[in-house]
Protein backbone atom coordinates (compact mmCIF):
# COMPACT_ATOMS: atom_id res chain seq x y z
CA UNK A 1 0.00 0.00 0.00
CA UNK A 2 2.76 2.12 0.77
CA UNK A 3 5.29 1.17 -1.32
CA UNK A 4 6.34 4.89 -2.84
CA UNK A 5 8.01 5.73 -0.23
CA UNK A 6 10.41 3.55 -1.28
CA UNK A 7 11.34 5.94 -3.97
CA UNK A 8 12.42 8.73 -1.33
CA UNK A 9 15.49 7.44 -1.02
CA UNK A 10 18.21 10.17 -1.60
CA UNK A 11 18.19 10.32 -5.38
CA UNK A 12 17.54 13.02 -7.21
CA UNK A 13 18.06 14.20 -10.73
CA UNK A 14 20.16 17.79 -10.02
CA UNK A 15 23.10 15.50 -9.00
CA UNK A 16 23.59 14.67 -12.20
CA UNK A 17 22.72 17.85 -13.84
CA UNK A 18 25.09 19.94 -11.27
CA UNK A 19 27.58 17.98 -9.71
CA UNK A 20 29.52 20.41 -7.36
CA UNK A 21 25.59 21.99 -6.57
CA UNK A 22 25.83 20.03 -3.21
CA UNK A 23 27.46 18.32 -0.14
CA UNK A 24 26.67 14.80 0.04
CA UNK A 25 25.56 13.50 4.05
CA UNK A 26 25.07 10.32 4.88
CA UNK A 27 21.95 10.01 8.04
CA UNK A 28 20.55 7.72 10.48
CA UNK A 29 17.20 6.92 11.66
CA UNK A 30 16.44 9.69 14.70
CA UNK A 31 15.17 7.92 17.53
CA UNK A 32 12.04 9.04 19.27
CA UNK A 33 10.25 10.58 16.44
CA UNK A 34 6.16 10.31 15.98
CA UNK A 35 4.12 11.81 13.46
CA UNK A 36 2.38 15.43 14.69
CA UNK A 37 0.93 16.15 11.47
CA UNK A 38 -0.07 14.73 7.72
CA UNK A 39 -0.98 16.08 4.86
CA UNK A 40 -3.72 13.57 3.47
CA UNK A 41 -4.84 15.66 0.75
CA UNK A 42 -1.28 15.97 -0.61
CA UNK A 43 -0.11 12.70 -0.03
CA UNK A 44 -3.50 11.12 -2.14
CA UNK A 45 -2.20 13.56 -4.73
CA UNK A 46 1.53 12.36 -5.01
CA UNK A 47 0.09 8.98 -5.14
CA UNK A 48 1.92 8.21 -1.43
CA UNK A 49 -1.03 6.84 -0.11
CA UNK A 50 -4.13 5.36 -2.14
CA UNK A 51 -6.80 7.92 -3.15
CA UNK A 52 -9.37 6.25 -0.74
CA UNK A 53 -6.93 5.94 2.22
CA UNK A 54 -8.71 7.32 5.34
CA UNK A 55 -8.14 10.48 7.21
CA UNK A 56 -5.97 8.08 10.21
CA UNK A 57 -2.53 7.51 10.45
CA UNK A 58 -2.41 3.56 10.50
CA UNK A 59 0.92 2.04 12.41
CA UNK A 60 2.20 0.98 9.52
CA UNK A 61 1.96 4.28 7.41
CA UNK A 62 3.30 6.27 10.81
CA UNK A 63 6.39 3.68 10.34
CA UNK A 64 6.94 4.29 7.03
CA UNK A 65 6.80 8.48 7.61
CA UNK A 66 9.30 7.51 9.87
CA UNK A 67 11.67 5.50 8.42
CA UNK A 68 11.54 8.28 5.47
CA UNK A 69 11.68 11.55 7.17
CA UNK A 70 12.77 11.17 10.51
CA UNK A 71 16.14 11.59 9.41
CA UNK A 72 19.89 13.34 11.34
CA UNK A 73 22.61 13.36 9.48
CA UNK A 74 25.83 12.49 9.84
CA UNK A 75 27.81 16.08 9.27
CA UNK A 76 31.63 16.68 9.69
CA UNK A 77 31.80 16.82 13.75
CA UNK A 78 30.09 13.55 13.73
CA UNK A 79 32.78 12.15 11.76
CA UNK A 80 35.55 13.95 13.51
CA UNK A 81 34.39 12.82 17.02
CA UNK A 82 34.61 9.37 15.61
CA UNK A 83 30.88 8.09 17.03
CA UNK A 84 30.22 4.43 15.71
CA UNK A 85 26.58 4.30 14.90
CA UNK A 86 25.15 0.79 14.74
CA UNK A 87 24.53 0.23 10.81
CA UNK A 88 20.70 -0.82 11.55
CA UNK A 89 20.25 2.59 12.36
CA UNK A 90 22.29 4.09 8.83
CA UNK A 91 19.65 5.18 5.87
CA UNK A 92 21.61 3.25 2.72
CA UNK A 93 21.57 6.16 0.60
CA UNK A 94 23.41 9.61 0.56
CA UNK A 95 21.49 12.94 1.19
CA UNK A 96 21.60 16.23 -0.72
CA UNK A 97 21.95 19.31 1.09
CA UNK A 98 22.38 21.80 -1.79
CA UNK A 99 24.40 24.39 -2.23
CA UNK A 100 22.92 28.36 -3.56
CA UNK A 101 23.09 31.93 -3.22
CA UNK A 102 22.58 33.28 0.20
CA UNK A 103 22.87 37.13 1.26
CA UNK A 104 23.59 36.39 4.64
CA UNK A 105 27.31 34.98 3.51
CA UNK A 106 29.76 37.54 3.21
CA UNK A 107 30.94 36.14 -0.04
CA UNK A 108 28.00 37.04 -1.97
CA UNK A 109 28.84 34.01 -4.51
CA UNK A 110 27.32 30.85 -3.20
CA UNK A 111 30.69 29.55 -2.52
CA UNK A 112 29.69 28.26 0.81
CA UNK A 113 26.00 28.81 1.24
CA UNK A 114 22.65 26.36 0.98
CA UNK A 115 20.60 24.38 2.60
CA UNK A 116 21.69 24.98 6.18
CA UNK A 117 19.28 22.50 8.02
CA UNK A 118 18.10 20.56 5.09
CA UNK A 119 18.58 17.82 2.90
CA UNK A 120 16.81 16.99 -0.39
CA UNK A 121 14.76 13.31 0.42
CA UNK A 122 14.60 12.46 -3.28
CA UNK A 123 11.97 12.53 -5.92
CA UNK A 124 9.08 10.62 -6.33
CA UNK A 125 7.20 10.34 -9.86
CA UNK A 126 3.46 9.77 -10.31
CA UNK A 127 1.91 7.32 -12.15
CA UNK A 128 0.12 10.79 -13.95
CA UNK A 129 4.12 11.36 -14.98
CA UNK A 130 4.44 14.18 -12.26
CA UNK A 131 7.52 14.23 -10.69
CA UNK A 132 7.73 15.79 -6.94
CA UNK A 133 10.87 17.12 -5.51
CA UNK A 134 10.88 16.61 -1.47
CA UNK A 135 13.07 17.71 1.34
CA UNK A 136 13.10 17.80 5.21
CA UNK A 137 13.94 20.42 7.99
CA UNK A 138 15.62 20.06 11.26
CA UNK A 139 17.59 17.14 9.95
CA UNK A 140 21.15 18.27 11.56
CA UNK A 141 23.83 21.17 10.77
CA UNK A 142 25.06 20.93 7.54
CA UNK A 143 28.82 23.06 6.56
CA UNK A 144 26.18 25.49 4.75
CA UNK A 145 24.57 27.54 7.30
CA UNK A 146 25.45 31.13 7.88
CA UNK A 147 26.24 29.44 11.34
CA UNK A 148 29.00 27.27 10.01
CA UNK A 149 30.98 29.35 8.29
CA UNK A 150 30.97 31.79 11.41
CA UNK A 151 32.18 28.88 13.24
CA UNK A 152 34.76 28.06 11.14
CA UNK A 153 34.91 25.02 12.47
CA UNK A 154 32.53 21.87 12.23
CA UNK A 155 29.41 22.43 14.24
CA UNK A 156 27.74 20.04 15.97
CA UNK A 157 24.00 19.28 15.32
CA UNK A 158 21.77 20.89 18.19
CA UNK A 159 24.63 23.81 19.05
CA UNK A 160 23.34 27.44 18.21
CA UNK A 161 26.22 29.00 19.85
CA UNK A 162 26.68 30.66 16.14
CA UNK A 163 23.62 32.17 15.18
CA UNK A 164 21.94 29.74 12.41
CA UNK A 165 24.10 26.43 13.03
CA UNK A 166 22.04 24.30 15.32
CA UNK A 167 20.21 22.05 12.23
CA UNK A 168 17.38 22.01 14.21
CA UNK A 169 13.66 22.89 13.94
CA UNK A 170 10.87 23.79 16.53
CA UNK A 171 7.73 21.82 16.27
CA UNK A 172 5.42 25.69 16.66
CA UNK A 173 7.71 26.98 13.68
CA UNK A 174 6.74 23.31 11.78
CA UNK A 175 3.40 23.62 12.39
CA UNK A 176 3.20 27.48 11.68
CA UNK A 177 4.61 26.72 8.21
CA UNK A 178 1.99 23.66 8.09
CA UNK A 179 -1.19 26.31 8.69
CA UNK A 180 -0.34 29.34 6.75
CA UNK A 181 1.08 27.29 3.68
CA UNK A 182 -2.01 25.18 2.99
CA UNK A 183 -4.15 27.97 3.84
CA UNK A 184 -2.35 30.03 1.21
CA UNK A 185 -2.13 26.57 -1.40
CA UNK A 186 -5.73 26.57 -0.87
CA UNK A 187 -6.90 29.79 -1.85
CA UNK A 188 -4.64 29.75 -4.95
CA UNK A 189 -1.70 31.49 -4.06
CA UNK A 190 1.15 29.68 -5.68
CA UNK A 191 3.57 27.48 -2.49
CA UNK A 192 5.49 25.04 -1.13
CA UNK A 193 3.55 22.54 0.66
CA UNK A 194 3.98 20.67 3.63
CA UNK A 195 4.09 16.77 3.78
CA UNK A 196 3.97 15.78 6.81
CA UNK A 197 5.81 17.02 10.69
CA UNK A 198 7.64 14.74 12.94
CA UNK A 199 8.12 15.76 16.73
CA UNK A 200 10.69 14.60 18.81
CA UNK A 201 10.37 14.57 22.95
CA UNK A 202 12.74 17.60 23.06
CA UNK A 203 10.36 19.94 21.53
CA UNK A 204 12.06 19.89 18.05
CA UNK A 205 11.08 18.76 14.72
CA UNK A 206 11.38 17.81 11.05
CA UNK A 207 9.60 19.41 8.74
CA UNK A 208 8.85 17.49 5.21
CA UNK A 209 7.87 20.24 2.47
CA UNK A 210 7.11 19.16 -1.22
CA UNK A 211 6.58 21.13 -4.39
CA UNK A 212 6.85 19.72 -8.10
CA UNK A 213 10.03 21.59 -8.18
CA UNK A 214 11.53 22.67 -5.30
CA UNK A 215 14.63 24.41 -7.32
CA UNK A 216 15.25 28.01 -6.10
CA UNK A 217 16.74 31.12 -8.45
CA UNK A 218 19.35 31.29 -5.83
CA UNK A 219 20.44 27.33 -7.43
CA UNK A 220 21.06 28.96 -10.71
CA UNK A 221 22.13 32.07 -9.73
CA UNK A 222 24.86 30.94 -8.09
CA UNK A 223 26.77 29.52 -11.10
CA UNK A 224 25.87 32.92 -12.56
CA UNK A 225 27.76 35.22 -9.82
CA UNK A 226 30.59 32.86 -10.55
CA UNK A 227 31.08 33.25 -14.20
CA UNK A 228 30.44 29.70 -14.69
CA UNK A 229 28.74 28.98 -18.06
CA UNK A 230 28.43 25.22 -18.68
CA UNK A 231 27.06 24.89 -14.90
CA UNK A 232 24.39 28.05 -15.49
CA UNK A 233 23.43 25.97 -19.22
CA UNK A 234 22.79 22.69 -17.03
CA UNK A 235 21.27 24.27 -14.31
CA UNK A 236 18.40 26.05 -16.31
CA UNK A 237 18.46 23.18 -18.93
CA UNK A 238 17.49 21.25 -15.31
CA UNK A 239 15.03 23.48 -14.97
CA UNK A 240 13.44 23.63 -17.75
CA UNK A 241 13.67 20.16 -18.43
CA UNK A 242 11.49 19.41 -15.02
CA UNK A 243 9.02 22.00 -16.09
CA UNK A 244 8.13 20.92 -18.98
CA UNK A 245 8.10 17.01 -18.62
CA UNK A 246 5.74 17.77 -15.60
CA UNK A 247 3.47 19.81 -18.00
CA UNK A 248 3.52 23.22 -16.43
CA UNK A 249 5.22 24.67 -19.72
CA UNK A 250 4.85 23.71 -23.10
CA UNK A 251 7.87 24.24 -25.43
CA UNK A 252 7.56 22.09 -29.01
CA UNK A 253 10.50 20.25 -29.99
CA UNK A 254 10.79 22.20 -33.04
CA UNK A 255 11.92 25.22 -31.74
CA UNK A 256 15.63 26.80 -32.10
CA UNK A 257 17.70 27.19 -28.57
CA UNK A 258 17.05 30.94 -29.09
CA UNK A 259 13.17 31.04 -28.97
CA UNK A 260 13.08 28.25 -26.32
CA UNK A 261 14.73 30.12 -23.64
CA UNK A 262 12.76 32.96 -24.90
CA UNK A 263 9.29 31.41 -24.07
CA UNK A 264 11.06 30.35 -20.86
CA UNK A 265 12.07 33.70 -19.75
CA UNK A 266 8.37 34.84 -20.91
CA UNK A 267 6.50 32.16 -18.44
CA UNK A 268 9.38 33.11 -15.53
CA UNK A 269 8.35 37.37 -16.15
CA UNK A 270 4.85 35.75 -15.99
CA UNK A 271 4.92 33.78 -12.87
CA UNK A 272 6.68 36.27 -11.04
CA UNK A 273 4.92 39.52 -12.48
CA UNK A 274 1.52 37.15 -10.59
CA UNK A 275 3.27 36.13 -7.70
CA UNK A 276 4.17 39.93 -6.88
CA UNK A 277 0.88 40.52 -7.69
CA UNK A 278 -0.51 38.59 -4.86
CA UNK A 279 1.76 39.67 -2.26
CA UNK A 280 0.80 43.14 -2.71
CA UNK A 281 -2.88 42.80 -3.24
CA UNK A 282 -3.01 40.64 -0.52
CA UNK A 283 -0.79 42.13 2.13
CA UNK A 284 1.79 38.84 2.18
CA UNK A 285 4.93 39.81 3.30
CA UNK A 286 7.73 37.82 1.23
CA UNK A 287 11.06 38.66 1.92
CA UNK A 288 11.92 38.80 -1.81
CA UNK A 289 15.95 40.12 -2.77
CA UNK A 290 18.46 40.32 -5.45
CA UNK A 291 19.75 36.64 -4.44
CA UNK A 292 16.83 34.85 -5.19
CA UNK A 293 16.99 32.43 -1.67
CA UNK A 294 13.28 33.40 -0.48
CA UNK A 295 11.21 31.75 -3.79
CA UNK A 296 11.07 29.03 -5.79
CA UNK A 297 12.34 29.30 -9.36
CA UNK A 298 9.23 28.92 -10.45
CA UNK A 299 7.54 31.75 -8.55
CA UNK A 300 5.97 30.47 -5.21
CA UNK A 301 6.81 31.45 -2.20
CA UNK A 302 9.14 28.96 -0.22
CA UNK A 303 10.43 29.38 3.42
CA UNK A 304 7.65 30.44 5.83
CA UNK A 305 9.99 31.47 8.69
CA UNK A 306 9.27 34.96 7.80
CA UNK A 307 6.17 35.23 5.72
CA UNK A 308 3.38 37.02 7.60
CA UNK A 309 -0.31 37.76 5.69
CA UNK A 310 -1.47 41.41 7.23
CA UNK A 311 -5.14 42.50 8.08
CA UNK A 312 -4.31 46.07 6.24
CA UNK A 313 -1.56 47.45 4.00
CA UNK A 314 1.43 47.73 6.43
CA UNK A 315 3.50 48.77 3.48
CA UNK A 316 6.23 50.33 6.25
CA UNK A 317 6.95 46.85 8.02
CA UNK A 318 10.43 45.05 7.57
CA UNK A 319 11.49 42.19 8.89
CA UNK A 320 14.68 42.37 11.22
CA UNK A 321 16.73 39.44 10.87
CA UNK A 322 19.34 40.67 13.24
CA UNK A 323 21.85 41.89 11.34
CA UNK A 324 19.77 43.35 8.22
CA UNK A 325 15.72 44.26 7.49
CA UNK A 326 14.22 43.29 4.92
CA UNK A 327 12.72 44.85 1.96
CA UNK A 328 9.37 45.90 2.48
CA UNK A 329 5.92 44.43 1.50
CA UNK A 330 5.80 47.64 -1.42
CA UNK A 331 9.49 46.72 -2.72
CA UNK A 332 8.50 43.25 -3.03
CA UNK A 333 7.50 44.25 -7.04
CA UNK A 334 10.81 45.64 -7.75
CA UNK A 335 12.40 42.52 -6.59
CA UNK A 336 10.29 40.42 -8.25
CA UNK A 337 11.62 42.18 -11.31
CA UNK A 338 15.20 41.70 -10.39
CA UNK A 339 15.08 38.06 -10.34
CA UNK A 340 13.15 38.15 -13.39
CA UNK A 341 16.21 40.25 -14.80
CA UNK A 342 19.17 37.90 -13.54
CA UNK A 343 17.22 35.18 -14.78
CA UNK A 344 17.45 37.22 -18.54
CA UNK A 345 21.38 37.10 -17.80
CA UNK A 346 21.41 33.74 -16.89
CA UNK A 347 19.20 32.95 -20.00
CA UNK A 348 22.03 35.49 -22.40
CA UNK A 349 24.68 34.10 -20.59
CA UNK A 350 23.74 30.31 -21.79
CA UNK A 351 23.34 31.54 -24.87
CA UNK A 352 26.56 33.28 -25.60
CA UNK A 353 28.45 31.92 -23.18
CA UNK A 354 30.02 35.07 -22.31
CA UNK A 355 28.13 37.13 -19.07
CA UNK A 356 27.23 40.60 -19.86
CA UNK A 357 26.71 42.96 -17.25
CA UNK A 358 23.27 43.17 -15.04
CA UNK A 359 22.66 46.60 -16.27
CA UNK A 360 22.34 45.60 -20.27
CA UNK A 361 19.04 43.70 -19.20
CA UNK A 362 17.56 47.27 -17.62
CA UNK A 363 14.78 47.23 -20.98
CA UNK A 364 14.68 43.77 -21.34
CA UNK A 365 11.20 42.72 -23.78
CA UNK A 366 10.79 40.02 -20.53
CA UNK A 367 10.52 43.03 -17.83
CA UNK A 368 7.65 44.40 -20.32
CA UNK A 369 5.91 40.69 -19.44
CA UNK A 370 6.62 41.11 -15.78
CA UNK A 371 4.85 44.79 -15.80
CA UNK A 372 2.01 43.09 -18.06
CA UNK A 373 1.16 40.15 -15.76
CA UNK A 374 1.45 42.18 -12.72
CA UNK A 375 -1.20 44.49 -13.44
CA UNK A 376 -3.10 41.58 -14.88
CA UNK A 377 -2.93 39.94 -11.64
CA UNK A 378 -3.08 43.03 -9.43
CA UNK A 379 -6.59 44.30 -10.88
CA UNK A 380 -8.08 40.74 -10.79
CA UNK A 381 -7.08 40.32 -6.99
CA UNK A 382 -8.50 44.24 -6.41
CA UNK A 383 -12.01 43.28 -8.02
CA UNK A 384 -12.01 39.37 -6.27
CA UNK A 385 -11.35 41.41 -3.33
CA UNK A 386 -14.18 43.75 -3.92
CA UNK A 387 -16.30 40.17 -4.88
CA UNK A 388 -17.18 40.47 -8.36
CA UNK A 389 -16.79 36.91 -10.07
CA UNK A 390 -13.96 36.08 -12.52
CA UNK A 391 -16.84 36.56 -15.56
CA UNK A 392 -17.52 39.79 -13.93
CA UNK A 393 -14.06 40.89 -13.92
CA UNK A 394 -13.20 39.58 -17.62
CA UNK A 395 -16.28 41.67 -18.70
CA UNK A 396 -14.89 44.63 -16.57
CA UNK A 397 -11.50 44.50 -18.05
CA UNK A 398 -13.18 44.92 -21.19
CA UNK A 399 -15.43 47.56 -20.61
CA UNK A 400 -13.99 49.22 -17.43
CA UNK A 401 -10.34 49.54 -17.55
CA UNK A 402 -10.64 53.20 -16.80
CA UNK A 403 -13.15 52.23 -13.93
CA UNK A 404 -10.32 49.95 -12.58
CA UNK A 405 -7.49 52.43 -12.42
CA UNK A 406 -9.79 54.61 -10.59
CA UNK A 407 -10.98 52.48 -8.15
CA UNK A 408 -7.22 51.46 -7.27
CA UNK A 409 -6.17 55.29 -6.80
CA UNK A 410 -9.04 55.62 -4.85
CA UNK A 411 -8.21 52.78 -2.16
CA UNK A 412 -4.76 53.42 -2.15
CA UNK A 413 -5.24 56.69 -0.91
CA UNK A 414 -6.88 55.13 2.24
CA UNK A 415 -4.08 52.10 1.92
CA UNK A 416 -1.48 54.42 2.62
CA UNK A 417 -3.04 56.62 5.57
CA UNK A 418 -1.06 55.65 8.61
CA UNK A 419 -1.40 56.28 12.25
CA UNK A 420 -0.23 59.82 14.07
CA UNK A 421 1.99 57.76 16.45
CA UNK A 422 5.10 57.34 13.50
CA UNK A 423 6.89 53.93 13.18
CA UNK A 424 6.82 51.16 16.27
CA UNK A 425 9.13 48.19 17.11
CA UNK A 426 7.57 44.80 16.83
CA UNK A 427 8.80 41.38 18.53
CA UNK A 428 10.33 40.31 14.65
CA UNK A 429 10.42 43.69 13.23
CA UNK A 430 9.44 47.16 12.67
CA UNK A 431 6.32 49.23 11.38
CA UNK A 432 4.01 52.11 10.77
CA UNK A 433 0.84 50.99 11.26
CA UNK A 434 -2.23 51.63 8.76
CA UNK A 435 -5.41 53.67 9.91
CA UNK A 436 -7.63 51.97 7.27
CA UNK A 437 -8.67 48.03 6.96
CA UNK A 438 -10.29 48.35 3.16
CA UNK A 439 -11.45 45.07 4.12
CA UNK A 440 -13.84 46.12 5.83
CA UNK A 441 -14.97 48.98 3.93
CA UNK A 442 -15.45 46.02 0.68
CA UNK A 443 -17.63 43.88 2.85
CA UNK A 444 -19.62 46.09 4.68
CA UNK A 445 -20.66 48.98 1.81
CA UNK A 446 -22.48 46.62 -0.58
CA UNK A 447 -24.74 45.75 2.49
CA UNK A 448 -24.94 49.27 3.28
CA UNK A 449 -26.43 49.72 -0.33
CA UNK A 450 -28.66 46.91 -0.36
CA UNK A 451 -30.01 46.92 3.02
CA UNK A 452 -30.16 51.35 4.03
CA UNK A 453 -30.53 52.41 0.28
CA UNK A 454 -32.90 50.22 -1.42
CA UNK A 455 -29.89 49.50 -4.26
CA UNK A 456 -30.32 52.88 -5.37
CA UNK A 457 -26.72 53.46 -7.83
CA UNK A 458 -26.69 57.44 -6.44
CA UNK A 459 -27.19 57.08 -2.97
CA UNK A 460 -24.06 57.10 -0.59
CA UNK A 461 -22.72 56.65 2.85
CA UNK A 462 -21.73 59.47 4.80
CA UNK A 463 -17.87 59.99 4.63
CA UNK A 464 -17.47 59.92 8.55
CA UNK A 465 -19.49 56.99 8.86
CA UNK A 466 -17.48 55.75 5.84
CA UNK A 467 -13.94 56.17 7.64
CA UNK A 468 -15.21 54.54 11.00
CA UNK A 469 -16.58 51.43 8.99
CA UNK A 470 -12.88 50.80 8.15
CA UNK A 471 -10.91 52.36 10.69
CA UNK A 472 -8.77 49.80 13.00
CA UNK A 473 -9.61 49.60 16.86
CA UNK A 474 -6.11 51.45 17.01
CA UNK A 475 -6.64 54.52 15.45
CA UNK A 476 -6.98 57.41 17.74
CA UNK A 477 -9.33 60.55 17.36
CA UNK A 478 -6.37 62.49 15.35
CA UNK A 479 -6.11 59.62 12.74
CA UNK A 480 -9.52 59.92 12.10
CA UNK A 481 -10.23 63.49 11.92
CA UNK A 482 -12.49 64.31 9.50
CA UNK A 483 -10.86 66.26 6.64
CA UNK A 484 -12.15 68.26 3.16
CA UNK A 485 -10.09 65.85 1.65
CA UNK A 486 -10.93 63.02 2.99
CA UNK A 487 -14.20 63.44 2.75
CA UNK A 488 -13.89 64.24 -1.45
CA UNK A 489 -11.82 60.83 -1.24
CA UNK A 490 -14.38 59.07 0.45
CA UNK A 491 -17.50 59.98 -2.28
CA UNK A 492 -15.02 59.84 -5.13
CA UNK A 493 -14.03 55.98 -3.45
CA UNK A 494 -18.11 55.30 -3.58
CA UNK A 495 -18.50 56.62 -6.93
CA UNK A 496 -15.72 54.99 -8.34
CA UNK A 497 -17.18 51.49 -6.98
CA UNK A 498 -20.66 52.17 -7.94
CA UNK A 499 -19.55 52.67 -11.89
CA UNK A 500 -18.14 49.28 -11.82
CA UNK A 501 -21.25 47.93 -10.19
CA UNK A 502 -23.08 49.25 -13.02
CA UNK A 503 -20.37 48.07 -15.73
CA UNK A 504 -20.36 44.40 -14.58
CA UNK A 505 -23.96 43.74 -15.39
CA UNK A 506 -27.42 44.48 -13.96
CA UNK A 507 -26.61 47.11 -10.83
CA UNK A 508 -29.28 45.50 -8.40
CA UNK A 509 -28.46 42.13 -8.95
CA UNK A 510 -24.80 42.72 -9.41
CA UNK A 511 -24.65 44.53 -5.90
CA UNK A 512 -26.16 41.00 -5.10
CA UNK A 513 -23.99 38.66 -5.63
CA UNK A 514 -20.70 41.10 -4.82
CA UNK A 515 -22.70 41.77 -1.37
CA UNK A 516 -22.69 37.56 -0.58
CA UNK A 517 -18.94 37.14 -2.41
CA UNK A 518 -17.32 39.59 -0.11
CA UNK A 519 -18.77 39.25 3.00
CA UNK A 520 -16.83 35.71 2.55
CA UNK A 521 -13.62 36.58 0.44
CA UNK A 522 -13.28 39.74 3.76
CA UNK A 523 -13.96 37.43 6.43
CA UNK A 524 -13.56 39.66 9.18
CA UNK A 525 -12.18 36.78 11.30
CA UNK A 526 -9.23 35.99 8.53
CA UNK A 527 -5.94 34.98 9.40
CA UNK A 528 -2.81 36.99 10.16
CA UNK A 529 0.80 36.34 10.36
CA UNK A 530 -0.06 37.25 14.55
CA UNK A 531 -2.74 35.24 14.48
CA UNK A 532 -1.34 31.75 13.50
CA UNK A 533 1.53 32.16 15.69
CA UNK A 534 -1.26 32.51 18.51
CA UNK A 535 -3.58 29.66 17.82
CA UNK A 536 -0.24 27.52 17.27
CA UNK A 537 0.86 28.70 20.66
CA UNK A 538 -2.22 27.24 22.57
CA UNK A 539 -1.51 24.21 20.19
CA UNK A 540 1.68 23.77 21.72
CA UNK A 541 -0.17 24.63 25.64
CA UNK A 542 -2.66 22.20 25.25
CA UNK A 543 -1.44 19.34 23.51
CA UNK A 544 -0.48 16.71 26.10
CA UNK A 545 -4.08 17.14 26.86
CA UNK A 546 -5.47 15.61 22.93
CA UNK A 547 -4.56 13.29 21.18
CA UNK A 548 -2.36 13.63 17.70
CA UNK A 549 -5.52 12.54 15.79
CA UNK A 550 -7.48 15.62 18.03
CA UNK A 551 -4.80 17.97 17.10
CA UNK A 552 -4.72 16.67 13.82
CA UNK A 553 -8.46 16.90 13.57
CA UNK A 554 -8.56 20.74 14.97
CA UNK A 555 -5.73 21.93 12.67
CA UNK A 556 -7.45 20.29 9.33
CA UNK A 557 -10.61 21.81 10.26
CA UNK A 558 -9.37 25.34 11.00
CA UNK A 559 -7.29 25.09 7.98
CA UNK A 560 -10.45 24.77 6.19
CA UNK A 561 -12.45 27.51 8.20
CA UNK A 562 -10.17 30.12 5.88
CA UNK A 563 -10.33 28.96 2.79
CA UNK A 564 -12.10 32.31 1.29
CA UNK A 565 -13.60 31.55 -1.63
CA UNK A 566 -17.35 31.64 -2.23
CA UNK A 567 -19.02 27.83 -2.42
CA UNK A 568 -16.27 26.60 -0.59
CA UNK A 569 -16.08 28.51 2.69
CA UNK A 570 -17.08 26.00 5.39
CA UNK A 571 -16.91 28.95 8.56
CA UNK A 572 -16.20 27.35 12.35
CA UNK A 573 -19.93 27.28 13.88
CA UNK A 574 -21.25 27.88 16.97
CA UNK A 575 -22.05 24.60 17.64
CA UNK A 576 -18.54 23.35 17.04
CA UNK A 577 -16.99 25.94 19.66
CA UNK A 578 -19.59 24.44 21.97
CA UNK A 579 -18.90 21.80 24.76
CA UNK A 580 -15.55 21.21 27.17
CA UNK A 581 -14.15 17.98 24.84
CA UNK A 582 -10.56 18.09 24.31
CA UNK A 583 -10.80 19.11 20.72
CA UNK A 584 -13.06 21.71 20.89
CA UNK A 585 -11.20 23.50 23.80
CA UNK A 586 -8.28 23.91 21.15
CA UNK A 587 -10.75 24.57 18.47
CA UNK A 588 -11.76 26.96 20.45
CA UNK A 589 -8.61 28.28 21.65
CA UNK A 590 -7.73 28.53 17.64
CA UNK A 591 -10.62 30.52 16.81
CA UNK A 592 -10.16 33.06 19.44
CA UNK A 593 -6.84 33.88 18.83
CA UNK A 594 -7.48 34.61 15.10
CA UNK A 595 -10.29 37.02 16.20
CA UNK A 596 -8.26 38.50 18.37
CA UNK A 597 -5.35 39.29 15.71
CA UNK A 598 -7.84 40.22 13.22
CA UNK A 599 -6.22 43.90 12.87
CA UNK A 600 -2.44 42.97 13.01
CA UNK A 601 0.58 41.56 11.23
Not at 175 to 196: K, Y
Amino acid sequence: MYESFEQLNGAHAWRDACPDGYVDYMARIRAGGRVAYFNYDLARHMQLIPANHAQRLTPQLEQKIIDAFALQIINEYDLASGETIPAKHLKPGTYMATRYLQAQHKDKRGLHSGDGRAIWIGELKTARGVVWDVSARGTGATRLSPGAQVAGVPVKTGDASYGYSCGRCELDEMLNTVIMSEIFHRNGFPTERTLAVIDFPDGTAVGVRAAPNLLRPAHIFRYVKQGRHAETKAALDYLIGRQVGNGEWILPPHLSRRERYRRVLTYIARSYGRLAAICEEEYIFNWLAWDGDNVLATGAILDYGSIRQFAAKHSKYRYDDIDRFSSSLVEQKFWARELVKVFAQAIDFALHSRKRKLRFFRNHPALKQFDRWFERERDFRMLWRAGFTPGQIETLRKRGRREIADLRRAISFFEEVKVARGMEKLADGITHAPVFLIRSILRELPAFYADECGGKSSALMDPQRFCRTMAASYASRRDLRMTATRAGRAEDFQKCYQRLIAAAGPYEATLAGVRARAAVINYEHRMTGNGIIDAVERIMSMRDKLTRRQIQSSIDRFIESQVLIPGKWKPITDGELAGDDARTQLLRAMQSQVEVCKETI
